[in-house]
């Protein structure tokens, strides 16, 4: 399988990417995370406005399981994708463009810099799906 990851991005070992722009970052799930739990039937976000590194900003519900999307890191929630409260499936169909989960506000400038790069995450990835082919862009 081909899983997309754009090398402009930064990646949390909990396969959420991030968009930073000006101390902010737009973060959604990444392809491979989208193709594991299969077609988004339902969304749901936090009610917190703060959330700490690895604690759920939202929850996606699939065919095969609701998981939790941690925050890669500890931040100020700005705004949610209300969008995907009607139209879930855009996780799937955009996962790096219409289907952003949220856009945070770093507590901590530093921790965005401890988010992986591409390569470092196609390493994260291929160690749990062996055989699998990747297309950086």
């Not at 039937?41 to 941690?70: G, M, Q, Y």
């Not at 921790?111 to 160690?127: D, H, P, T």
Request: hydrophobic share 40%; aromatic share 10%.
């Amino acid at each position: 399988m081909n899983y997309e990851i754009p090398s402009t991005l930064l990646y949390s070992k909990g396969h959420v990417w991030a968009r930073v722009q000006n101390g902010a970052a737009v973060v959604g799930v990444t392809d491979y995370l989208q193709r594991e739990l299969g077609t988004v039937i339902n969304v749901e976000f936090s009610d917190s406005e703060v959330v700490e590194r690895e604690s759920p900003i939202a929850w996606l519900e699939s065919v095969k399981a609701i998981i939790p999307v941690p925050s890669p890191i500890d931040c100020e929630v700005i705004e949610f994708n209300t969008r995907l409260v009607r139209e879930p499936w855009l996780v799937n169909a955009s996962p790096y463009d219409e289907g952003w989960i949220a856009k945070l506000r770093a507590l901590d400038l530093e921790e965005l810099e401890k988010l992986q790069r591409a390569q470092a995450y196609i390493e994260l990835i291929s160690a749990l799906s062996r055989c699998e082919r990747y297309r950086v862009f």
